[in-house]
């Protein structure tokens, strides 16, 4: 994490990077994103800490951020804001 003025911005994991480098329109949506945001999907992400957490993760997140959706759903939020 690189620490900011009134923040953090939280480092892409790989897994996360190859997912969305491989689906064009998840990337498009996540480059069209707020720093903020992308930092609530990272680390909705990374709190998962069981592998299998994490594939289900990414495969919701892909699937989520092909549909529109710009921050993770029914979750409490960042708590690095």
Avoid: Y
């Amino acid at each position: 994490m690189k620490a900011i003025a009134g923040g953090v911005v939280h480092k892409m994991p790989e897994d996360l990077r190859k997912a969305l480098a491989s689906t064009s329109v998840a990337r498009t949506v996540w480059d069209d994103i707020t720093t903020l945001a992308r930092n609530e999907w990272i680390c909705w992400f990374t709190s998962g800490k069981k592998t299998e957490t994490r594939n289900i993760r990414i495969e919701k997140a892909i699937s989520k951020l092909k549909g529109g959706m710009r921050r993770p759903c029914c979750w409490a939020g960042c708590t690095h804001r």
